[in-house]
């Protein structure tokens, strides 16, 4: 199977010098994958569920979400198309530890866990590649946490919109936001409602415009400054 992602796990394998090869080559998983697409609001997997199945991303986004007893949805992560592999949290793990539900139109590749482990004995190169996605998660889950973590709500949403800011993006630009006020008030630990209030104030000072579905950065040197803490909204932008 040829892979034209040069962003998926398995699309190479890392050369001496640790940089990735172009894309376009076999891959090298190709007899434990297939190409997958789920519509917006279709479910990758259920956690509990057997981990029958792992998905490395070429287009579109996935929230990661997580139940509580009572049946309440917690969006605890996001995925997008990288070096990620969706549905891994270690080699052991025999059952899904979390939901994954297509926030957008998502094209994956589908790859049968197992069959991946059996073939890490026979493709020395596999084991590297599983390293770096690994190492992707928790660099990805720090990034998560730093904006979860922040004190002020202004800069816990400032950092989710950097966060979802196209790689290729950096400075003022233009993107489609999958994401409602809801969904973010749900990973971020606020209200709705104290979400569209600080968005709304953000759209005052011109620092984004958020019509329904998009975000507009208006002036990213002022939404860093929200992000960091070191510029200041209003009072309101200091309720929890």
């Keep these: 199977m040829s892979c034209n992602s040069n962003e998926c796990p398995f699309s190479g394998f890392w050369s001496e010098n640790s940089q990735r090869r172009a894309a376009d ?22 956690e509990g569920e057997s981990s029958l199945s792992l998905y490395a991303l070429t287009s579109g986004m996935v929230k ?6 009572d049946g309440r949805e917690q969006i605890v992560g996001l ?39 059996d073939h890490i004995y026979d493709k020395p190169d596999l084991a590297m590649c599983l ?14 946490m730093q904006v979860v973590g922040h ?24 993107f489609s936001m999958p994401f409602s006020r809801m969904d973010m008030a749900s990973f971020l630990g606020l209200s709705e409602e104290t979400v569209c209030r600080l968005m709304a104030n953000m759209k005052r000072s011109g620092a984004v415009y958020a019509p329904r579905g998009r975000i507009e950065i208006r002036d ?5 400054a929200i992000a960091e803490g070191s510029a200041r909204l209003n009072k309101v932008a200091h309720t929890r």
């Excluded at 080559?25 to 259920?46: H, P, S």
């Excluded at 990620?84 to 957008?104: E, K, M, P, V």
């Excluded at 390293?131 to 998560?144: C, D, E, F, K, T």
């Excluded at 990213?220 to 860093?224: A, F, G």
């Design 131 to 144: 390293i770096v996605a690994m190492n992707a998660q928790l660099a990805h889950s720090r990034a998560l």
């Design 64 to 69: 990661i979400c997580s139940h509580s007893a």
């Design 151 to 174: 004190k002020c709500a202004a800069a816990k949403i400032a950092s989710f919109i950097l966060l979802m800011t196209p790689k290729s993006e950096h400075g003022n630009c233009n």
């Design 220 to 224: 990213w040197d002022q939404l860093l």
């Design 25 to 46: 080559i076999n891959c090298l998983v190709a007899d434990a994958a297939q190409n997958v697409t789920f519509k917006t609001g279709e479910v990758l997997f259920v």
């Design 79 to 117: 995925s997008s198309p990288g070096t990620l592999l969706l549905g891994l949290q270690s080699l052991s793990d025999n059952r899904y530890a979390y939901t994954g539900i297509a926030a957008t139109p998502v094209g994956a590749c589908r790859i049968h866990h197992r069959a991946l482990l």
